[in-house]
């Protein structure tokens, strides 16, 4: 132990010398005396709010989920609350999923809420994240906050924050909430007199409130109607959209779903996936399995929270064949701008947000028609943003990002993946009547604006070095960028970070309007954009590409498809 970082010992210590229970100082000191990595992973840093809020391993210490670090975030919390609303009500809601220790972490926010003078407004049952920051509205709350890891895995758990709008807590609220909690040196200082008079629960009552808002999405009643009886499949994959999303459909009028059994019950240790991350093809593989014995024309599932969502549909061959997260999004976005125009009621006041890590093909369509498309960084609380800053003054139609988010309309502020199934189910309906499969639909959107095709590969690095090692990969794209890829010159460079547009060829540098993160993209001469970004939420560095081609033809779909993903293969390879 010669070699360990004093500061973390001492971190370590304070922690031994505290009020905390005997259980976890005995892990603490196992960790001392037979595990020096984990403790070095476990206290050398104190979580953070990144994009997706406080999230991290549980187990004990400062960078562990547990219920000191909730507490702590909590107390933080609950003085900045107070500052910020000095003799006002306050309310907060709370909900979770179905992770492990889910209901003693948010038990936990509850009860030091109240030991400040907080109200609280309490699901009685797990929700999907959607439905709390609906919630946050509908109550006139300052604050919610969903205990969850979203779609990490089963060692996971975290602590969403949202602000008064229903939104993730944004600058400047995130750093002064943290600057709140790093003011506390010691558990004594967190406040555990609860006050349970301060609870008021939310029972199902609340979920036809919500249903009732999703229903006034839809743009095809008499279509859905004509085929009200097309097999659905839907999966919660052990999460909290078990009961929601199917109600959806049927608030919609879709009346043949089926559920994933195995999958229906909520189970924190997600026991029939790898990971419980709707992106990932292995957790839908029930659900498929299912889709197939029903020959269902859709099959969905939603992560653990219930925010992302995953559309499955049969292709050409009658196999089939997973959606990625920017052509559900191309598709609900041209069927929602379609439907808009045909009604007369696509408006001059009228936009759309896209994500700077989504597909472009996005921007491409927004322009088709002649609708604004704002950029924004990643995570849904950039979106959330643009949407309270044009409040009042132009309405937002839907705004999502490639890793399988979206949101129709703005009664919710972060991604609906209980709404956004339904409006998937809309399109695949909608277009079914019109005689359409979603790949013909896809192939003449692609006709039209180019075909546009996306990959991402994540790098994983875990622990203290892995962090320093993402960091240094970041440093170098900055001091040694790439200027050729595969053949291909680099014609621009964008630097997040720095805020810097660069054009290798002739050297000038522009400035980019946009926030600060960072993030690094490189433009390629034949079309090719590829983004490097460090995970806000897990131990991940994260690449994205985008490669496009026209389409000469819909019949040249697949001819089309496979040069492009030889070009994606390429790319990959290139940076791995």
């Given at each position: 132990?010669?070699?360990?970082?004093?500061?973390?010992?001492?971190?370590?210590?304070?922690?031994?010398?505290?009020?905390?229970?005997?259980?976890?100082?005995?892990?603490?000191?196992?960790?001392?005396?037979?595990?020096?990595?984990?403790?070095?992973?476990?206290?050398?840093?104190?979580?953070?709010?990144?994009?997706?809020?406080?999230?991290?391993?549980?187990?004990?210490g400062t960078n562990r989920m547990n219920?000191?670090?909730?507490?702590?975030?909590?107390?933080?919390?609950?003085?900045?609350?107070?500052?910020?609303?000095?003799?006002?009500?306050?309310?907060?809601?709370?909900?979770?999923?179905?992770?492990?220790?889910?209901?003693?972490?948010?038990?936990?926010?509850?009860?030091?809420?109240?030991?400040?003078?907080?109200?609280?407004?309490?699901?009685?049952?797990?929700?999907?994240?959607?439905?709390?920051?609906?919630?946050?509205?509908?109550?006139?709350?300052?604050?919610?906050?969903?205990?969850?890891?979203?779609?990490?895995?089963?060692?996971?758990?975290?602590?969403?924050?949202?602000?008064?709008?229903?939104?993730?807590?944004?600058?400047?609220?995130?750093?002064?909430?943290?600057?709140?909690?790093?003011?506390?040196?010691?558990?004594?200082?967190?406040?555990?007199?609860?006050?349970?008079?301060?609870?008021?629960?939310?029972?199902?009552?609340?979920?036809?409130?919500?249903?009732?808002?999703?229903?006034?999405?839809?743009?095809?009643?008499?279509?859905?109607?004509?085929?009200?009886?097309?097999?659905?499949?839907?999966?919660?994959?052990?999460?909290?959209?078990?009961?929601?999303?199917?109600?959806?459909?049927?608030?919609?009028?879709?009346?043949?779903?089926?559920l994933v059994t195995e999958q229906l019950?909520?189970?924190?240790?997600?026991?029939?996936?790898?990971?419980?991350?709707?992106?990932?093809?292995?957790?839908?593989?029930?659900?498929?399995?299912?889709?197939?014995?029903?020959?269902?024309?859709?099959?969905?599932?939603?992560?653990?929270?219930?925010?992302?969502?995953?559309?499955?549909?049969?292709?050409?061959?009658?196999?089939?064949?997973?959606?990625?997260?920017?052509?559900?999004?191309?598709?609900?976005?041209?069927?929602?701008?379609?439907?808009?125009?045909?009604?007369?009621?696509?408006?001059?006041?009228?936009?759309?947000?896209?994500?700077?890590?989504?597909?472009?093909?996005?921007?491409?369509?927004?322009?088709?028609?002649?609708?604004?498309?704002?950029?924004?960084?990643?995570?849904?609380?950039?979106?959330?943003?643009?949407?309270?800053?044009?409040?009042?003054?132009?309405?937002?139609?839907?705004?999502?990002?490639?890793?399988?988010?979206?949101?129709?309309?703005?009664?919710?502020?972060?991604?609906?993946?209980?709404?956004?199934?339904?409006?998937?189910?809309?399109?695949?309906?909608?277009?079914?009547?019109?005689?359409?499969?979603?790949?013909?639909?896809?192939?003449?959107?692609?006709?039209?604006?180019?075909?546009?095709?996306?990959?991402?590969?994540?790098?994983?690095?875990?622990?203290?070095?892995?962090?320093?090692?993402?960091?240094?990969?970041?440093?170098?794209?900055?001091?040694?960028?790439?200027?050729?890829?595969?053949?291909?010159?680099?014609?621009?460079?964008?630097?997040?970070?720095?805020?810097?547009?660069?054009?290798?060829?002739?050297?000038?540098?522009?400035?980019?309007?946009?926030?600060?993160?960072?993030?690094?993209?490189?433009?390629?001469?034949?079309?090719?954009?590829?983004?490097?970004?460090?995970?806000?939420?897990?131990?991940?560095?994260?690449?994205?590409?985008?490669?496009?081609?026209?389409?000469?033809?819909?019949?040249?779909?697949?001819?089309?498809?496979?040069?492009?993903?030889?070009?994606?293969?390429?790319?990959?390879?290139?940076?791995?």
């Amino acid at each position: 132990m010669s070699s360990m970082d004093p500061q973390i010992l001492a971190k370590a210590q304070r922690w031994l010398e505290s009020s905390i229970d005997e259980s976890s100082k005995a892990s603490i000191r196992t960790l001392i005396d037979e595990n020096p990595t984990e403790l070095i992973d476990s206290f050398y840093q104190d979580l953070e709010f990144g994009t997706g809020g406080l999230r991290g391993i549980m187990g004990v210490g400062t960078n562990r989920m547990n219920v000191y670090t909730v507490a702590m975030a909590t107390q933080g919390l609950a003085n900045y609350l107070n500052a910020c609303f000095p003799g006002q009500e306050i309310r907060v809601a709370i909900t979770h999923d179905s992770r492990i220790n889910n209901t003693l972490f948010a038990r936990t926010t509850a009860e030091i809420l109240t030991a400040n003078g907080i109200m609280v407004m309490y699901f009685r049952d797990m929700r999907p994240t959607p439905m709390l920051s609906f919630a946050v509205r509908h109550f006139a709350c300052k604050s919610g906050v969903m205990i969850t890891a979203s779609h990490n895995p089963k060692e996971y758990n975290g602590y969403k924050a949202y602000w008064e709008d229903g939104a993730q807590v944004v600058a400047p609220h995130d750093a002064n909430i943290i600057r709140e909690v790093q003011k506390i040196t010691s558990f004594d200082q967190v406040n555990w007199n609860k006050q349970e008079q301060l609870i008021h629960y939310i029972g199902e009552e609340f979920d036809q409130i919500y249903l009732d808002h999703i229903v006034k999405l839809s743009w095809a009643k008499e279509e859905i109607k004509s085929q009200k009886s097309m097999p659905i499949v839907f999966s919660p994959i052990h999460g909290a959209s078990g009961k929601m999303v199917p109600a959806a459909f049927k608030a919609f009028g879709f009346d043949n779903i089926h559920l994933v059994t195995e999958q229906l019950e909520p189970d924190g240790n997600f026991p029939t996936v790898v990971y419980p991350n709707p992106e990932e093809p292995e957790a839908l593989s029930l659900a498929i399995a299912l889709g197939k014995e029903v020959k269902a024309e859709l099959v969905t599932a939603c992560d653990p929270d219930g925010d992302r969502y995953a559309a499955v549909v049969p292709n050409e061959k009658g196999e089939y064949e997973l959606l990625n997260g920017n052509q559900t999004a191309t598709l609900i976005t041209y069927y929602l701008l379609s439907r808009m125009k045909e009604e007369g009621k696509l408006g001059s006041k009228k936009y759309l947000v896209n994500t700077i890590v989504t597909t472009e093909l996005i921007n491409a369509i927004a322009s088709g028609f002649g609708v604004p498309c704002i950029n924004v960084l990643t995570g849904f609380k950039n979106i959330a943003a643009i949407i309270r800053e044009k409040e009042g003054k132009e309405s937002f139609i839907a705004g999502g990002e490639e890793s399988f988010g979206y949101l129709v309309g703005d009664f919710v502020r972060d991604k609906d993946g209980v709404s956004a199934c339904a409006m998937v189910a809309e399109v695949v309906a909608y277009y079914k009547s019109k005689g359409k499969t979603i790949f013909q639909v896809l192939a003449e959107i692609y006709q039209q604006f180019g075909f546009y095709k996306e990959s991402l590969i994540s790098v994983t690095k875990k622990g203290k070095d892995g962090a320093e090692q993402i960091q240094q990969l970041m440093a170098q794209f900055r001091t040694h960028p790439p200027l050729e890829m595969n053949g291909f010159k680099v014609v621009k460079i964008v630097d997040v970070k720095n805020s810097t547009i660069t054009y290798p060829e002739t050297g000038k540098v522009m400035p980019l309007a946009l926030d600060k993160s960072n993030v690094m993209q490189f433009y390629l001469e034949d079309g090719s954009k590829i983004s490097a970004r460090p995970s806000g939420t897990e131990p991940k560095i994260k690449y994205y590409f985008s490669v496009q081609a026209p389409l000469p033809s819909v019949g040249e779909y697949r001819k089309v498809e496979q040069q492009l993903n030889e070009k994606l293969a390429a790319l990959k390879s290139y940076f791995s």
